[in-house]
């Protein structure tokens, strides 16, 4: 039964999967009212869960600010009505330090402009910019915009802050309905919580893990609420199953349908 493998996953037997397909596969079947891109870096992804969730309404967080005037240009983002705003997520008060990679400073095509983080690197000389950005909680954003009876998706990509992200959501932990989240098995960034710290939180507030990427340092999880899960366990076993038969075709079969 899904429900429980997905309580045994918790435990250690966890299933492997292509996890943005079964993410966006999920998105297709469930479509919630709100979806949240965390660490958008580019709002790549925020156009696919569009095309996958035509309704939702889609916010789209980019702390670093040479990536978020980029996507505030960005035409394909206004066209399919993607609100992007220029905010640290997180459970830090009103300011918070972020550390900008020397491959995400502007006018540096070459690197990694997705590698950011409010979390100071173990590797310090990697840290081109130290700045103060606005910040947000998660249960703030999602109480002004969805109603308490709203499910609500989460892509979180935040290199290292995946659990002060999810921290933030506390308040509204029973609308959670999806959860993508990068996680790491090893320290990268100074004082840091790990794949563990994060899995133990998410079932705190009331996820269990479908599936994760094979990665050996750092992985991507899906999560998904366990009541909705409990009541919909065919639906979910249909998601995976594609997932892992398909791969991205599932997602794209799933958008024609």
Not at 146 to 170: F, K, M, Q, R
Not at 217 to 246: C, F, G, H, Y
Request: proline share 3%; hydrophobic share 45%.
């Amino acid at each position: 039964m899904v429900v429980a493998s997905a309580e045994k996953k918790v435990h250690g037997q966890e299933i492997i999967l292509k996890t943005k397909y079964l993410y966006l596969n999920l998105l297709r079947t469930f479509r919630p009212r709100l979806i949240l891109d965390v660490g958008s870096m580019d709002g790549s992804d925020s156009i696919r869960f569009r095309q996958m969730s035509p309704n939702s309404k889609i916010i789209a967080f980019e702390a670093n600010p040479y990536n978020y005037s980029r996507m505030k240009n960005d035409p394909r983002l206004a066209r399919t009505k993607i609100e992007v705003r220029n905010r640290l997520v997180s459970n830090k008060p009103e300011k918070g330090k972020f550390y900008i990679s020397k491959g995400a400073v502007a006018g540096i095509n070459s690197g990694n402009m997705g590698t950011s983080s409010s979390m100071k690197p173990v590797d310090a000389s990697d840290v081109a910019e130290e700045i103060e950005v606005e910040t947000t909680r998660l249960d703030k954003v999602i109480a002004e915009a969805a109603a308490p009876a709203d499910w609500i998706a989460l892509w979180i990509d935040v290199e290292g802050a995946g659990y002060e992200v999810l921290s933030s959501a506390i308040e509204v932990k029973q609308q959670i309905l999806l959860l993508h989240i990068e996680v790491e098995l090893a320290e990268c960034w100074v004082g840091q919580k790990l794949k563990n710290d994060v899995i133990q939180l998410a079932n705190e507030l009331g996820l269990v893990l479908l599936a994760r990427s094979d990665n050996d340092k750092q992985q991507d999880l899906v999560m998904i609420n366990a009541r909705l899960l409990r009541e919909r366990a065919w639906s979910v076993r249909v998601a995976m199953m594609l997932t892992k038969w398909l791969g991205p075709a599932s997602s794209r079969l799933l958008e024609k349908l």
